[in-house]
């Protein structure tokens, strides 16, 4: 009962889909504050399905989410935008924001009704800003940014609102590796850091291996949850592809191309 | 978001130009009048000739005010939707309120004979027009609203608000080709718009209308901010979708179809402001927008109506013609410039 009052977000036994159409079952896993996991697997395993499930943006086919021991069923919208945010892979509707206005409507379930920040709030936007080194371009438009500067600025907006978890669909997609790396970085120091649970969805294995604390594979069976050496240990990267294609050595953690 | 203040010199500068356009359009008018004499009955004075007061209070002045609700009401509907779809192109009448309209004034006037084989419809007066237009366009917001708890996706309910548009005109074209030339004469002038002729009775109400809109849309404030990210992302700041995308649609409901019903289908105001409005404030912040397109609303609809009554002359032009004259190439302009329509 203690472990379960720790965990922020725990899932067991869930099921995932569209209506009738089961996308993943049998997922497990649960999260403790100030962990970084990465959740791994082949298109169309239903990466972006668990995290659309977990965020509350479609239902669940059976088995239970809890955030901090509860359901998410239970908990209202207005409640949940305090307890979880949110990077998805779209891009923001109106490119016409300013790169601080963005962030600051992160502050939006904190704000009254029409939204007037408070001092409070903003030392969180600049708190956001310095810390994904937005300060320098705070008042650009977000039109005008790189795909890895506004890749920070939509996670600076999750920063600002200040939840115990964060969620991240796949953001390290259409980056370079210095940037790819720099974004996980980034992730592993706000995790760690500010104790903030984080849980986002990769293509970059090799990466996530190095930098996260726990990673679930989804592999449409077992679905394996664990730190990334256990996961190694017990092969469950070699199954990950097909092994005429590539294969992972689990000495130094990469994957190999067969010619 | 951004500091209030830095928008001070623009609002005051939009205010300004307000009153300027306010004159502008109360000093013109096919009668001749001297504009000292104007401004003189507009404070209580006597003027030379005694009609000249008539037609400043009773015809004037009722005129600028309906042009001021129906500009800035449009203007705001315009903002709110191009917000709810997230689209630069959408306008009021993008649920099929005009269309709506449009159906509500043909069946009353060109449907009357094919059902009933009836001619004279002199009973017929210009509020039951009112009436039926306003009835046809809460009837099309109706059936979306039904669509919209139904349908998940945002884009889909605009693409449905927009066939509904198609089923209806091709409606009122089966309507106008039974009708008698009269009959057509009379809904092809409704169509053409007109802020004018309309009592204080029905300003009052139209006014009443537009408040409500404007309420509902202040009250809307942070949703609005909110979708500007897409509505996952606006869930996952606390915003109720259903509720917030309900209230928007009620408002512009309101707003599109009260002013529709008055004052006939007006084109443009509501695509053409935002726009227009956005290169004064570079703002995305609607705290900000909300008063700034009902002020550029007002003063572009005083200035097409100014235009449209032809001053010094004895005619007058179609509004909606004006509007779409003065909107058109505004839109053209922006995105020849910009290369790229952002909202």
């Not at chain 2, 004064?280 to 008063?291: N, R």
Request: charged share 15%; glycine share 8%; net charge neutral.
């Amino acid at each position: 009962m203690e472990n379960q009052l720790q965990n922020i977000l725990s899932v067991s036994e869930l099921a995932i889909g569209y209506g009738t159409k089961k996308v993943a079952e049998h997922i497990n896993f649960s999260l403790e504050p100030g962990v970084l996991c990465g959740v791994v697997g082949v298109n169309g395993v239903g990466k972006s399905t668990l995290l659309r499930t977990l965020a509350g943006f479609q239902p669940l086919l059976s088995g239970t989410i809890e955030l901090k021991g509860q359901s998410i069923k239970q908990i209202a919208t207005e409640k949940m935008a305090k307890e979880l945010s949110v990077v998805l892979t779209e891009s923001p509707a109106s490119k016409n924001l300013t790169v601080e206005e963005l962030i600051a409507l992160g502050r939006q379930p904190y704000t009254n009704w029409l939204g007037t920040l408070t001092s409070e709030d903003k030392k969180q936007i600049n708190e956001s800003l310095d810390a994904f080194l937005l300060t320098n371009l705070r008042h650009k438009k977000c039109h005008e940014l790189s795909d890895g500067q506004l890749q920070r600025v939509l996670i600076a907006r999750a920063m600002a609102q200040d939840t115990p978890l964060i969620l991240l669909d796949e953001p390290t997609t259409h980056l370079d590796l210095f940037h790819k790396v720099q974004i996980l970085k980034m992730l592993r120091e706000l995790a760690h850091n500010q104790q903030k649970t984080i849980l986002f969805s990769t293509h970059e294995i090799e990466l996530a291996i190095q930098l996260c604390d726990t990673m679930l594979i989804l592999d449409g069976k077992s679905n394996p949850f664990d730190d990334p050496c256990q996961l190694i240990d017990q092969q469950h990267f070699n199954s990950l592809f097909p092994s005429e294609m590539v294969q992972f050595d689990p000495q130094t953690g990469t994957f190999k191309v067969n010619k | 978001m951004q500091n209030a203040k830095t928008y001070r010199i623009s609002f005051v500068f939009l205010g300004i130009a307000l009153v300027i356009a306010l004159l502008l359009n109360i000093g013109s008018g096919s009668v001749n009048i001297p504009f000292p004499d104007v401004i003189s009955i507009l404070f209580g004075g006597n003027p030379e000739i005694d009609s000249w007061r008539y037609i400043v209070h009773d015809f004037r002045v009722p005129k600028a005010l309906t042009s001021i609700l129906v500009g800035g009401g449009l203007a705001l509907s315009g903002l709110l939707m191009q917000t709810l779809f997230r689209n630069p192109l959408a306008g009021p009448f993008v649920l099929g309120i005009s269309s709506g309209a449009s159906l509500g004034a043909a069946l009353l006037l060109m449907g009357t004979s094919l059902l009933t084989g009836l001619t004279s419809f002199s009973f017929l007066g210009d509020v039951s027009l009112a009436l039926a237009a306003s009835l046809g366009s809460f009837l099309v917001l109706l059936v979306v609203m039904i669509v919209a708890q139904r349908v998940k996706d945002t884009m889909a309910l605009l693409i449905i608000g927009l066939m509904f548009g198609s089923i209806t005109s091709a409606i009122v074209s089966v309507l106008a080709y039974f009708s008698s030339s009269e009959q057509l004469r009379r809904f092809i002038f409704w169509s053409f718009g007109s802020v004018s002729n309309l009592s204080f009775n029905q300003i009052t109400l139209l006014a009443a209308l537009v408040l409500i809109g404007i309420a509902l849309s202040i009250l809307s404030v942070k949703s609005l901010n909110a979708l500007l990210l897409g509505e996952n992302y606006a869930q996952s700041l606390g915003v109720s979708l259903q509720k917030s995308r309900m209230t928007l649609i009620i408002a512009t409901g309101i707003l599109a179809g009260g002013i529709t019903a008055f004052a006939g289908p007006i084109a443009f105001v509501g695509l053409a402001v935002p726009h227009l409005t956005r290169q004064i404030f570079d703002t995305m912040e609607h705290k900000i927008l909300i008063p700034a397109v009902l002020l550029y609303g007002a003063i572009l609809m005083l200035l097409c109506d100014t235009i449209a009554q032809m001053p010094n002359s004895a005619s007058v032009l179609p509004i909606n013609s004006i509007t779409s004259l003065v909107g058109a190439p505004v839109v053209i302009w922006l995105l020849v410039r910009k290369r790229k329509m952002m909202f």
